[in-house]
């Protein structure tokens, strides 16, 4: 019987965290539209646009410049 002074609280302080975080995740959005993540996967990607050669040249001069160090 005297089990129960210590599995008593510690059961009730486990079911109040466990409410605890639950109330955290609804308040937080974490139950908010759980069908799209779903269907996400369903759906086909359009295929990702190459970099036009200016763009590259771009990245390139940025990069150039990036790595010079300054006098």
């Known amino acids: 019987m005297e089990i ?3 599995a008593v609280p510690a ?3 486990l079911v109040a965290f466990a409410i605890a975080i639950f109330w955290w995740a609804v ?3 974490q139950f908010d539209d759980l069908e799209r993540q779903g269907m996400n996967i ?3 990607e359009e295929p990702r646009k ?3 050669q200016h763009a590259k040249d771009v990245d390139k001069d940025e990069a150039d410049k990036a790595n010079t160090p300054d006098a």
């Open 27 to 29: 308040k937080h959005g």
């Open 11 to 13: 059961a009730i302080l």
């Open 50 to 52: 190459k970099k036009s």
């Open 42 to 44: 369903l759906l086909d």
């Open 4 to 6: 129960l002074h210590i």
